[in-house]
């Protein structure tokens, strides 16, 4: 028997043998281990580095012969589709992408809202399937997506650090975006629009839209992130005056809970978190108070939240900023 | 990034060490400032814990693999009265109680590792998990109890005398309740708000094993087998207890950014990958169970002296092969399930594993899987040598090899690599080749899947009838074949049928299509209608004591629809309709597997009693024969290891997907050389420590033997199934 084990451990190691050998070639082929890179550096060199390495841009484009991706457009000169490399090839885009909207992009504009809002203005043929960049896994920061601008700037174009550094009002408001993505953990804000208007709107208004249960967050980013996220996940902890909740109790026992959204000398309206309005009459009031520990908005919210819609959300938010907050 | 891989083995961490460790560190705040790391004698951390893990999830598999494989083995003996399948799943059974311990062990020692070098990790998982933690470890004092019952007590329940009426109606009494708890819970009575798959998941697989278990009872070898029912659930559960670790790591939900926990812990447990991954590892283990313990029937094959020894080890890795076989074929479908839900939790992640930096992995990946199909085909091709009479059908074999070969080829065609300037000129321009490209595309890959899976199966039709002369009249077997055929039919009609309703009824602004594409829609839906159709008239040939042809005709139709129509058409949605595509590869994924159940049901009676040219010869199989069993059982080992290195590898430089950084000096992706040989090395030290444990059980038997004055094995009359 040990002749046989003897054989069979023989057969074994040839088998690792060859699998191991599979795996050397493969790797002498396409290069060993994959780690991110940290550069932080705004110049085509980091962008480079971020291209094809955290960044991941190399997984969906190719840069003309560099790379083999096809599922999103190549970036470099290729083919009959695309005889300019990017860099040239944003110029033109830009001038299309300002008639189409009528506001006037540059060449860096129109590249700053592809990695910013891939979906803004999709290249004919591909759909979007481009990932948020600034958020996880990618989780790229400003300063490396400025790199990954100066680098497509890099094929074919002119490189402006200066326009980089200091941008047009199309493109501050990307950088809005991203700032507040990164800030928020890695969020989407367009994803975090639509959570918004699917579960927070019926309550609170954002530039004039919305209801009016809870407070107005038009300028809600001004705050800053850890007052949002409380706000969010302990919303008794800390209430905006004028939005306490007010615990009615009626002659006949019976309870009230909810803004006190109107009192007049007769009458006392109470909005429930439900967003109906009860009228009830001071003279069948037995007792009225402020409930200090609760607040009509759900505390159970986040539950039907996933990590990435709370962080979308949150994005969302970062973003609402007042006129002087707003860079 | 590779780190956690195998935190989710199926079962037991060393309790008592783990449970220590617990109580250490579940108080550790979490801290988005970089974790900490520690290191053991200068040992890179990541590759010990990935080592360790790994060998942890091979012993895993097996403990949970082979009572699974053994009870039903046990089940088969006992429905059949068949004495030979019981010592079969008692000889299974009595390789585990060496492997269990070691399991435990090497779970102690990953928890130790784990803990020691990964503390603020650890940290954040314990204190979030703590409960599940505690959950576990009673079910494993549970599995430990039921798996030393049922050792322990195989010969002490092996009676058949009835208990009293009382006891049997009490028992029905409770497994019918049981039963309808579980239709209960299934249809959502109770409310729980629960993902399908996870409701599918506990009601298949403890809640009615459970209840048929109790139904059952009627005498002691009954209750024996509820015993390795119980045993399994305990076993199940404890591997999906781990696997919501793993999955929350890629999937984290329940926690917001700063990984605090704001929903309820049911949400991080049932996380969106938690239920694919229990399901994929299942049928995983299954397999890799039935082929470790083939590949224990192999070795004592090749080193049997007497024939009679010969023809038990022979028969009993045909038994362990077919048991692997079943639970293979529908692993890849289950692996694209997991795949799907991998996309849709992160297009990042989604794309990374087929087309960034796991491409090449998962090529390797195709060859391996390719390689498993082959080779079992090739041991039943082998196993027809010993069947007299099939010479007949051996004229079938290089058409079958030749579709293996063409499909395993199309199914390692890469659509794109990373290629060089002058090989991208010497292809016309184009990243492309310009006839590969399409090889490399889903439908092409969904079709040779199917193909590959259709062919495997015909070559077990094929060596079932090997020695049949010619098919029995099924009318005349009674009502028992016409009720089972019919049923069959029905379950194939039910199958395909609710999916063709769902297609020719869907709405295809659910998939962000336009109206003008609801004809794909429609298309699919008369494919899978012309599938049911095929299947009354199988149903009805069959019935009609045309067998064959009905067998002929379901397979026909399965094959030209699945692989054919549907591969072909698979480009044109692709190119029209490409979020459908994922509905073209559930209805080839359905129709084929109506075909199995019906085809197979007719099978079981076509050749009922038929007159055979000659008994089967076990023992009279080649040598060769054995050592392709043993290779289908390092292959499937190392590519669990592979796959393994995938799914851990996709969370990137992130512990916890988006919540906890890896911020240590491993936070990179391992080239595939590092994965190999890491795998490698898992691989030989576990099959050095299970040839081991086959040793020390060869020789705790033979002690037995010796005190009760047995000798040999008894080989005579084992019969196929």
Sequence with gaps: ?327 | MIVWRKLSGSSFSGLVIAGICLFLVSQSAFSLEPNEYRQFMGIDSRKLVWFLAQLHLFFGAFVLGVPLFAVIIEIVGWRNQDAKFDKLAYEFTSLLSVAYATTAALGGLLAFALFTLYPTFMGYMAGLFKDVMFMYAMLFFAETFFLYLYYYGWNWLQGTHPFSNTVQRTCKALGVAVIILSVVFFFNTFGIDMRGDTKSFITLLYILPFGVGLLLIRDAKSTHVLIGILLNISGVGIMQLANSWAGFMMSPAGVDEEGELIGGLWQAFENVLATPLAIHRMLGNLAFGGLVAGAYAAVKFIGAKTPEEKAHYDWMGYISNFVAITALIPLPFAGYYLGREVYSQSAVMGNNMMGGDFSWTFIIQAILVGSLFIISNYYLWSGMTRIPGSERYYKFIKWILGALIISFAIWLTPHNLPLTAQEVGEMGGSQYHPTLKFLGLMPAKNAVVNLIILSTFFSFLLYRRGNKVDAVSISAQGTLPKAVISLAGLAAIAITGQYAVTMLTMDPAELDLPMESAHYFHDIGYVLLAQCAAAVIAVALALWDRGKLAQGVFLAVTAFNVVIFLGVYGFVVMEKASPLLRNVAVSQFLQLISCLILVSAIDMFLFKGAKEIGSLQWGKMTVRSQYSLLLLTFIITMNMGLMGFIRSGLRGDWHIFGVMRDTSQWSYTPSNYTMTEMVSLAVLVFMIAVAFMFWLGGLAARNKGTESGETGSDTAGVRDV
């Design chain 1, 1 to 327: 028997m040990s002749k046989t084990v003897l054989k069979v451990f023989v057969v074994l190691l040839v088998v690792l043998g060859a699998y191991m050998w599979v795996g050397y070639a493969i790797t002498e082929m396409t290069g060993g281990e994959k780690k991110a890179s940290g550069i932080v550096e705004i110049s085509p060199e980091g962008g480079e580095q971020i291209f094809w390495g955290k960044g991941r841009c190399f997984t969906c484009h190719s840069m003309g012969g560099q790379g083999s991706a096809v599922r999103c457009p190549n970036l470099g000169q290729f083919g009959e589709k695309f005889p300019l490399p990017i860099g040239a090839r944003a110029v033109e885009r830009a001038k299309e992408r300002s008639e189409e909207t009528g506001i006037d992009y540059s060449a860096t504009d129109y590249l700053v809202e592809s990695l910013a809002k891939p979906d803004a203005y999709i290249v004919d043929t591909f759909k979007n399937e481009m990932a948020i960049v600034y958020a996880p896994p990618i989780s790229l920061n400003l300063k490396e997506i400025k790199a990954v601008v100066a680098y497509l700037q890099s094929q074919g174009g002119e490189v402006d650090i200066d326009t980089i550094e200091q941008p047009s009002e199309v493109a501050v408001q990307y950088y809005d975006r991203i700032a507040a993505a990164s800030a928020a953990g890695g969020g989407d804000p367009g994803n975090g629009e639509e959570m918004f208007v699917d579960t927070c709107s019926d309550c609170h208004q954002l530039n004039g839209e919305g209801g009016e249960v809870g407070p107005d967050l038009s300028t809600i980013g001004d705050k800053g992130l850890k007052f949002i996220t409380e706000s969010i996940l302990r919303p008794a902890k800390k209430i905006t005056p004028g939005y306490e909740t007010y615990v009615v109790v009626d002659a006949e026992g019976i309870k009230t809970i909810g803004l006190k959204s109107q009192e007049t000398g007769a009458e006392v309206e109470i909005t429930k978190a439900t967003g109906e309005v009860v009228t009830i009459n001071k003279s069948d009031i037995k007792e009225i108070e402020i409930d200090e520990g609760a607040s009509v908005m759900p505390d159970d919210l986040t539950e039907a939240l996933t990590v990435k819609d709370f962080q979308d959300v949150l994005a969302y938010m970062m973003m609402q900023k007042s006129e002087g907050e707003q860079q």
